[in-house]
T-cell receptor
């Protein structure tokens, strides 16, 4: 079955440092989505990338989708304590009405003040 | 606009007991999903539904059953709970299955 690998599993950074998490799929994706889950909370949708090579920005967050549509990254510039949480990528494979999102295992970000 | 509502939020079951988790969405979404989340394993799809009256198996369906009798509700049943089913369960919905999912706040289930 489809697998989505995400690294690193954990990342500790000092406030103000940058952070990057990487996602790789074993199969070509229809799109890739990113979610953030705060401690004790539920996943919240951040963004979706659809096109090969697509780059999107949300303030200090930069999302990239690889040319082959099999890998993606999330980069946070100058982390803040509000960035704490687990970041998940999720790859979508669409075949007819069968549209399943497969989640990576997540990267847990700790920001030290 | 409540979004996706899950009940209950917490539950402790004894091995062999049964229970039903309820998910309700008020966004007129066609697609609904049940995931379980375990430490270090991300979110794994249990069952999903592409519309009222339809259900399909996900990655880890064994030990669970689902029903989608009404478009806005998606029920997850455990017929005979086992300790391996201790987890946090999330329901999610999506309008077309192609865009972002909206998640409920989760149900923390412990089976002893």
């Amino acid at each position: 079955g489809q697998q989505v690998m995400q690294i690193p599993q954990y990342q500790h950074v000092q406030e103000g440092e940058d952070f990057t998490t990487y996602c790789n799929s074993s199969t070509t994706l229809s799109n890739i989505q990113w979610y953030k889950q705060r401690p004790g909370g539920h996943p919240v949708f951040l963004i979706q990338l659809v096109k090969s090579g697509e780059v999107k920005k949300q303030k200090r967050l930069t999302f990239q989708f690889g040319e082959a549509k099999k890998n993606s990254s999330l980069h946070i510039t100058a982390t803040q304590t509000t960035d704490v949480g687990t970041y998940f990528c999720a790859g979508l494979i669409s075949s007819g009405s069968a549209r399943q999102l497969t989640f990576g295992s997540g990267t847990q970000l700790t920001v030290l003040p | 606009n409540a979004g996706v509502t899950q009940t209950p939020k917490f539950r402790v079951l004894k091995t062999g007991q049964s229970m039903t988790l309820l998910c309700a969405q008020d966004m007129n979404h066609e697609y609904m999903y049940w995931y379980r989340q375990d430490p270090g394993m991300g979110l794994r799809l249990i069952h999903y539904s592409v519309g009222e009256g339809t259900t399909a198996k996900g990655e880890v369906p064994d030990g669970y059953n689902v029903s989608r009798l009404k478009k806005q509700n998606f029920l997850l049943g455990l017929e005979s709970a086992a300790p391996s089913q201790t987890s946090v369960y999330f329901c999610a919905s999506s309008y077309s299955g192609l865009g972002g999912y909206t998640f409920g706040s989760g149900t923390r289930l412990t089976v002893v």
